[in-house]
């Protein structure tokens, strides 16, 4: 299975960061799979953000949550996250990454893709 980020590398602040992960080799329906989107800002550590499931069910960071909307389109197998009211603090390396349900590890990931929140 692999993944891959895209979407702009430079958003605005108070504009809406969108980015989508395409899955190959695998269904995003695949029973048993959480798909997630994991940041790193600059200097710090990973920060999980949210994941829908096989299922399409959703599930997001409790500090994240008013902003963050993660779907999917299982007809071009990828999902999306949409961040709202972004501001520099949102700066941050992005990956789509993908775990059985019921194992902590990440199995698949992303490469990742830089985003820059800047006027």
């Known amino acids: 299975v692999q993944l891959q980020e895209s979407g702009p590398g430079l958003v605005e602040p108070s504009q809406t960061l969108s980015l989508t992960c395409t899955v190959s080799?695998?269904?995003?329906?695949?029973?048993?799979?959480?798909w997630s989107w994991i940041r790193q800002p600059p200097g710090k550590g990973l920060e999980w953000m949210g994941a829908i499931a096989y299922s399409g069910s959703t599930t997001y960071i409790p500090s994240l949550k008013s902003r963050t909307s993660i779907s999917r389109d299982p007809s071009k197998n990828q999902f999306t996250l949409q961040l709202s009211s972004v501001t520099p603090e949102d700066t941050a390396v992005y990956y789509c990454a993908a775990r059985r349900i019921g194992v902590l590890q990440y199995e698949y990931w992303g490469q990742g893709t830089q985003v820059t929140v800047s006027s």
């Open positions: 080799g695998g269904s995003i329906t695949t029973n048993s799979y959480y």
